[in-house]
Each structure stands twice: as C-alpha cells, then as structure tokens.
C-alpha cells in the first residue's frame, strides 16, 4: 500500500467505524425543560434518558371513582398505554390492584405520558425485593 492510497484508506476505515456505532442518545433541551418543569418525572428518569435514550419506568396513575378496583386498574392502564406512540414503550410489569405499570420508556413515551391526565408519577422502576427476615420472627414471638 502506497501513502497515497493509505489515506483514503484509512479515512474510509475510520467513517465505517464511527458510523456503524450507535449514536449516544441526546435528549433534546426542550424535552427535558418540559420534564422537569411538569415535577411528575423523577431526576433519575431524566438522567438516565440523557445517558441511555432509554429508561425503566414506573408509571404511577390515578383511578376513576367507583367500580371494583382490579377492573379500574386494568382500565385506567389500557387508556394510557393506548395513547403512547407505537414502539415508544414496552410494558415489563403490570399490576392487579396497584395503580402503576412498569417498563421500558423513550423520551417520546415520556411526553406522551405527561400529556395523559391520569398519570400522576413517573420514576425510575428500581430492583427490589421483598424480605421477610425481620417480621417472620417479630411475628412468631406475639403468638
């Protein structure tokens, strides 16, 4: 390989590179004024759409009045989730009796999200678990 043809070589190589990498993912300014100005999204969620384009959510919503509560729940969450843009959120969690869906959200979901009434929070979804080791045995001893 000559120098002359070295450059344009190497030039290549380096645009196949770079383009063939995935884009770091900006949120757009106004997206993030209108998020964290609504003080519905939490900090965490903001960040983590600033650093990944993408975050797990939990969305918390509000119920209608009357009915029974796991019809209200199901209804409540259908109506939100049927607002959001195609492809924008992808549900990993629902719930019987608690008002709050879990899943992976865009930015585009997160405004979406915003514009629906009912939705009351949205926060990162953290890992937790549940642990019985302190109550079993505070229980066991009142009996």
């Known amino acids: 390989m000559t120098p002359a043809t070295r450059v344009p070589s190497l030039l290549a190589l380096t645009l196949v590179v770079t383009l063939g990498r995935p884009a770091a993912a900006a949120l757009a300014p106004a997206a993030r004024a209108r998020m964290v100005a609504s003080s ?3 900090r965490e969620v903001v960040a983590g759409l600033e650093a990944a384009g993408s975050v797990r959510v939990m ?6 009045a009357g009915g029974r509560r796991a019809d209200a729940v199901a209804e409540a969450r259908a109506g939100i989730l049927a607002g959001l843009p195609a492809g924008s959120f992808t549900v990993r969690r629902v719930f019987r009796a608690v008002e709050a ?12 999200l915003l514009d629906r009434g009912g939705v009351v929070r949205i926060d990162l979804d953290a890992p937790g678990s549940a642990n ?12």
């Open 59 to 64: 969305v918390a919503f509000a119920l209608p």
């Open 132 to 143: 019985l080791t302190q109550a079993l045995p505070s229980c066991a001893s009142r009996t």
């Open 101 to 112: 869906v879990a899943g992976d959200a865009s930015p585009a979901a997160i405004l979406a």
């Open 40 to 42: 519905r999204v939490g």
